[in-house]
């Protein structure tokens, strides 16, 4: 494995046991320093990532080395390794139980692999013009998380879970993989209420699905080892404050990911699409919306348009919608997200009663978000609108459209 700068094995007197393995995985060069050196360590040396080994004496010295590396550009991986502790937000929890170094190896890949991606986009972004700039939001606030479990537990982890980042909720393993598939999700967190067999047969179809290898899965009981080909699954069975605390570093990365991935995309488009939502920009949803309305006006066709209007008193609700949107509704048709908190999809090539029917399917995944309690949900009013031949611009359409919407709210 190669990597961009060394590892900083942070630890008290004595090297670390995993520091063996890490020589053996090739990862040169690797290089031990004490607390009260780290921060000098990485000032000069600046290291490709750090692994820092906890103890009760080390949390104050761990605290101010996370917030130093806070900002690092590229991302900079910071593993805590067995805390104890509620850890910063880009720290990555590592404990060891017992278990295979390589299990830490494979944790340390996956968080290089986000550090490569990030170094990607800013390169690419230096010789590209006319690029939204980069979000500078924690991660954390746009992550989906998705929750597991049916036992006394469960509220416990929605609340706790919620607070920091949106929850989708499912009862069942059918449910959860129905959840996979229809939406982006962060991480996994799977509660109580299902027998281990069950949760043995969860976690071996995760790991043999290359969407979903790298998902953080966060277990809170810890009955069964972690002998799964998954880098970011990780034991917190803890209380839920706790298990949602430890288990938000994971998802904020993973949340980055997604989003430099979106990036990416953006920039292979010649910056059309928004990084935050996978949509197309304002003005060039206009210029191809002005487009579909001339050509089906020439030739004849249909063409529907729905707005989906979010309550704005949860300002990340239109990211979460638009992003099922982006992922969810046919190749054919584009959509933008507005500045008015909702966001407004063109259906090509539809008449209204199939937009109907597209826009439920839409709407119906929205519903299971929540955020902290059970009543704060994404699910947004919805309003559609199809071309007449009175309509003579799409700047008619979409006044009746919003006229449509301003009804539909009174």
Known sequence: MSQQGPILVVSGAERPSFAKALDDAKLFPVIDTLWTDAPRAVEELQPAAILAVISETSERDFDSLAKQIADAK??????????????????????????????????????????????????????????????????????????????????????????????????????????????????????????????????????????????????????????????????????????????????????????????????????????????????VFARDFAAAVHQTLSRGGGLSVARFAFDPTHARAQRDGARIISRLMRKMDFGVAEEDGSVIVAFVETDLRTAHAIARRLSSVMRHTSHGKHEARSEPVVTLATLLPSDYSAGSLLARLTEESRRAAS
């Open 74 to 283: 590229p991302y900079l991986p910071l593993i805590a390794v067995d805390p104890q502790a509620v850890l910063p937000e880009n720290a990555i929890p590592f404990s060891q139980q017992g278990r295979p170094s390589d299990r830490l190896i494979a944790r340390l890949s996956a968080a290089l692999r986000v550090r490569t991606l990030h170094n990607t986009v800013l390169r690419r972004r230096d010789g590209a013009s006319g690029t939204p700039a980069l979000a500078d939001t924690d991660p954390v606030r746009d992550a989906t998380v998705l929750l597991i479990g049916r036992g006394a537990g469960y509220p416990a982890l929605s609340v706790a879970l919620g607070e920091r980042m949106g929850v989708v909720g499912a009862l069942s393993i059918e449910a959860a993989a129905k959840h996979l598939n229809d939406r982006d999700i962060d991480g996994i967190v799977l509660g109580e209420g299902f027998s281990l067999r069950v949760i043995d047969a969860f976690l071996t179809v995760l790991s043999e699905d290359s969407r979903f290898r790298t998902l953080p899965v966060v277990l809170t009981s810890d009955a069964l080892a972690p002998a799964y080909d998954l880098p970011n699954l990780e034991i917190i069975a803890r209380e839920p404050v706790l298990v949602a605390a430890n288990a938000s570093p994971l998802i904020r990365q993973h949340a980055f990911e997604a989003y430099l991935i979106r990036t990416l995309r953006s920039l292979d488009q010649g910056g059309l699409l928004d990084p935050q939502t996978g949509l197309l920009m304002p003005a």
